[in-house]
Antibody
Framework: QVQLVQSGAEVKKPGASVKVSCKAS????????IHWVRQAPGQGLEWMGW????????YYAQKFQGRVTMTRDTSISSAYIELSNLRPDDTAVYYC??????????????WGQGTLVTVSS | EIVLTQSPDFHSVTPKEKVTITCRAS??????LHWFQQKPGQSPNLLIK???QSISGVPSRFSGSGSGTEFTLTIDSLEAEDAATYFC?????????FGQGTKVEIK
């Protein structure tokens, strides 16, 4: 079965960077885009961007350009998001999600369990 | 960027009641509108794809309709386990965006 397992919670100081991992299993990793979505405490969902694990092409939401980097390691079926110059308002649960293909392209049909990133001095 | 506006923000309903949540898009998005359910402490769960298409394993009391700029999620005969926040999401244009969410509480 499809699973996305993310790395554990992180606590960072303002100005630091954080890197969250997302290990995929149960499907061909290079066959589906991986998206990253975050959710601040008590707030809604915010889409951050995606990476195509096959081509390594990325797209970042304008809000995060210059601070976010999405990468992948196909040898271990893992995707990563790194966010730099952290601010307190970056405190959120960060989710990876797998996009469907063909008839389900454009849908986020599997999600990781989420990784809480806390930014505090 | 396409803005999705959900209404209402909050719904307090009794079991077996019918619930309707609306999602309006700031420009036409065809049918590329999807609905998620999120329970506290859990990841979002896809309920409906492409405005009205059902998802395997999702109870049939959940249905979607609409196209263009106005969409609706309907929960027929609400059950206690349906207490959650519901989000709409568009994948027509980059950046993808989400509605602000509608919290459904059971009276």
């Amino acid at each position: 079965q499809v699973q996305l397992v993310q790395s554990g919670a992180e606590v960072k100081k303002p100005g630091a960077s954080v890197k969250v991992s997302c290990k995929a299993s149960g499907y061909t990793f290079t066959g589906h885009n991986i998206h990253w979505v975050r959710q601040a405490p008590g707030q809604g969902l915010e889409w951050m961007g995606w990476i195509n694990p096959h081509s390594d092409v990325t797209y970042y939401a304008q809000k995060f350009q210059g601070r976010v980097t999405m990468t992948r390691d196909t040898s271990i079926s893992s995707a990563y998001i790194e966010l730099s110059n952290l601010r307190p308002d970056d405190t959120a649960v960060y989710y990876c999600s797998r996009e469907g293909t063909v008839t389900t392209a454009g849908t986020l049909n599997y999600w990781g369990q989420g990784t809480l990133v806390t930014v505090s001095s | 960027e396409i803005v999705l506006t959900q209404s209402p923000d909050f719904h307090s309903v009794t079991p077996k009641e019918k619930v309707t949540i609306t999602c309006r898009a700031s420009q036409s998005i065809g049918y590329s509108l999807h609905w998620f359910q999120q329970k506290p402490g859990q990841s979002p769960n896809l309920l409906i794809k492409y405005a009205y298409q059902s998802i395997s394993g999702v109870p049939s009391r959940f249905s979607g309709s609409g196209s263009g700029t106005e969409f609706t999620l309907t929960i027929d005969s609400l059950e206690a386990e349906d207490a959650a926040t519901y989000f709409c999401h568009q994948s027509t244009n980059l950046p993808w965006t989400f509605g602000q969410g509608t919290k459904v509480e059971i009276k």
